[in-house]
């Protein structure tokens, strides 16, 4: 049988190059996303590198459609096996000085909240079949404040905290957690796309690269997470 991926928040960039390694690896990759033309133009990249994967539609951001989804992937798969959450849509950095609330809402309900349900959702198959891995990147500003680079960072900083805490919960129950920190460019990422600027202090990396470190995560359960650069 198979074993499952299921990338939630997946487009161009890091999570097409994890849906492709393990594809690859004979993994079935359930593709999750909002927007079902870029889930196609996904899909036939998968395809071309002849891994079979499903696409789904979801907007992460909404419990209920959180909910659905999962339970739609697992009726018509039978079973999940691994989870890379880290949706990566057009979205900018907000300067600290005018950061409101306000602003801040969209990114916790995606971010964070949508990590969280998609978590909640799924554990209890992981625990029914004592297994299972969650994958998740975030960037660098969780760990560091940049100036005039804030507002995902706030986010980001909350669900890895989340994770480092669910990390030490789960082991004993061999359900195993893996986080990349990334402060660098990704190449051929949404955002990349949006804000790529050459002089950046932050260097570039190709996606399939951090894929395999990400890997490498999952296949230690001694490791939670890994700094990229």
Excluded: C, W
């Amino acid at each position: 049988m198979n074993k499952v991926i299921v990338i939630f928040g997946a487009g161009t960039g890091l999570s097409a190059s994890v849906a492709r390694l393990y594809g690859k690896q004979g993994y079935l990759v359930a593709l999750v996303a909002r927007n079902k033309e870029k889930l196609q133009l996904l899909s036939d990249d998968m395809s071309s590198n002849h891994i079979k994967s499903f696409t789904f539609i979801a907007d992460l951001s909404k419990s209920e459609q959180v909910k659905m989804v999962i339970s739609e992937i697992y009726d018509s798969l039978g079973h999940i096996d691994i989870l890379y959450y880290a949706p990566n849509p057009r979205d900018t950095f907000i300067p600290a000085n005018e950061l409101t609330s306000e602003l801040l809402i969209p990114k916790i309900n995606l971010y964070l909240f949508g990590l969280i349900n998609v978590i909640q959702e799924i554990l209890p198959i992981f625990r029914k079949n004592n297994a299972g891995i969650i994958l998740s990147a975030i960037g660098g500003s969780a760990l560091e404040g940049f100036p005039y680079m804030s507002g995902l960072g706030p986010v980001m900083a909350a669900s890895r905290n989340y994770l480092q805490a669910l990390y030490k919960e789960l082991n004993e129950e061999n359900i195993h957690i893996g986080l990349l920190t990334i402060s660098a460019q990704i190449i051929n990422s949404e955002n990349y796309k949006l804000t790529y600027q050459e002089s950046s202090p932050f260097p570039s990396v190709h996606p399939d690269a951090l894929a395999k470190m990400l890997r490498d995560i999952a296949d230690d359960v001694t490791k939670l997470e890994v700094l990229y650069p």
